[in-house]
């Protein structure tokens, strides 16, 4: 295991190594979503669980990164602390557990349904490269600097048009999926999921997602879009 970790924490930082096209790999599957979310209202969808919002996370956070159409792909290998260790800080902050006390359970789950999916790819072939992958990932795809360069701000007392959304997020490609879940008759930004290829390029054909049990739905053009500001109260921050 030690060796094995040495060998993965040579991974240098940074996209150009990680972008490098996985041609000749054995993967059984074309696309991954990157998912980012929205705390302001994510703890709205929990009205008795336990949920915070540590005071260190101001913007989006990451959700996952999901290889598309597989889930737990190998239950042997397990995540250590170790293995991530010097992600742990940037982990905290960018890929925090609002509702998991401890992050590492979070983290955990994610390795154990997506991330041991992804070990096929040269990019995420082992713990370490998967987190430090998604960590750049939202460096690169930051819907934070997005939206705030389009004048979307978050708060309680305007909506936005879905097409503002969308023209803002143009540059992250024409399938970014917005979704949003129905709150006092207002639908509300949740999670922003963007769709990439194997080799890491913004884009791919997925195919289309059923929502019919799922807990957020896709944001429509037939009602504005609330965008919630983190407040102290993550249950209510626009009551
Ligand atoms: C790709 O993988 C196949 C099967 O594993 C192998 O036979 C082939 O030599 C590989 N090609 C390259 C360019 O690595
Ligand atoms: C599953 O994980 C183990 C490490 O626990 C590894 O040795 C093995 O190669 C993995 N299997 C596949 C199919 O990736
Ligand atoms: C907008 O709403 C916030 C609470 O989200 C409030 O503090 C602020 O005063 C409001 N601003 C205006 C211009 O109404
Ligand atoms: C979506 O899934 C449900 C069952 O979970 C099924 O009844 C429905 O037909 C599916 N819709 C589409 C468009 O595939």
Redesign the pocket.
Known sequence: MALYAAICLTVLYGLTAATQVDMNDSCRWKCLTFAQLWPGSFCVTFSSKQCRIPKYVTGWTIHGLWPDGKKYCNDTWLLTEEDIDDLQDDLHHYWPSLIKTIAFKFWTNEWHKHGTCATCADSMSCPHKYFSLALQLWTKFSIDAALTAAGINP???NSYTYEHFHSALSDLGTHVNLQCYNHKKRQILMQIKIPLSKDLSIGCNTPEENFSKSFYKPCTHKADIYFY?ITQHPHNP?P
């Open positions: 708060t309680c007392n500001p626009c």
